[in-house]
């Protein structure tokens, strides 16, 4: 969806029902997401989509969807206004499993999601997710598909960069990641993997640990809720470290909490700064060069 404030309620509206999502702000964007996910393996159950955006419309998505292998059989919901009836369109062949007048009631898009799923799962056998690209034989791939458009073909390439590889090595890392949901191991490796830093994804507070003492980031991003060890006792056992060593390594606090005083509580734990969830690219990137950049400073200065 193009609209930030339809981006916020539906994102708000899906992690109430505890479902993961990621929200992308145009049709081009959620391609990515899509194509990044089937790449990683990360299961995609279903795909809410706006249909009136600018230079990517939600049936133009919709149709690049349904022509590209391993994205095909990915359940689709569309939301329209009141004035636009996909079966009064050229796009009755798209295969929207369904489609919801906006603004669509809360009950009734959780019922609609709920079953859309269920059906779709139905119908491919009880599998927990949507095929991925990863899942489908290499037949399926030469299948012939009706072509896209230059900037399209380009668009639906899988990624190329990813996460510079843990090592014993006195390099230095840029930035250490913990986290343990997929689906935001996914956008941090889509959003810094264009960016040009080093970076590594841990899966708990005790593997931060573990790579904070490896790699030596220059920046840490700090789930706050995790398995194991969460960031706030994984924040206060690098800082137990850095006493005996005199340095400080920028740690930034995500959380999904979005409450009143998560930031104060981020801050009281030694972090220097907090992410709310779900995460915003810009405000990321704008993280990142904060911190990296002042941590680059700081090390120039003590050498």
Known sequence: DDNAVNRAILTEQMTSWTFDSCAAESGAEGLKVLIAAAAYGVPVDCVVLDYQMPEMSGAE??????????????????????????????????GIDAQLIKPARSSVLLETLVATIQRHRHNTGGSDAVPLAADIPPSNFARPQPPAPAEQRALLQPPSIRPRPATDGGDRLDILVAEDNEVNQMVFTQILGETGYGFE??????????????????MILMDVS?????????????????????????????????????RERCLEAGMDDYLPK??????LLEKVERWVGASRQAQRNAG
């Open 61 to 94: 998505m919709a149709r690049v969807v349904r022509n590209t292998a391993g994205l095909a059989g990915t359940p689709i919901i569309m939301l329209t206004s009141v004035d636009q009836s996909l079966a009064n369109t050229g796009y009755r062949d798209l």
């Open 201 to 218: 994804i841990v899966g708990n507070g005790r593997k931060a640990l573990d790579a904070f003492g490896r790699r030596n980031p220059c």
């Open 226 to 262: 995790m398995p194991e060890m969460n960031g706030l006792e994984a924040t206060a056992a690098i800082r137990r470290l850095e006493e005996e060593t005199g340095t400080h390594v920028p740690i930034v606090g995500v959380t999904a909490h979005a409450l009143k005083g998560d």
């Open 278 to 283: 779900p995460i915003s690219p810009r405000a």
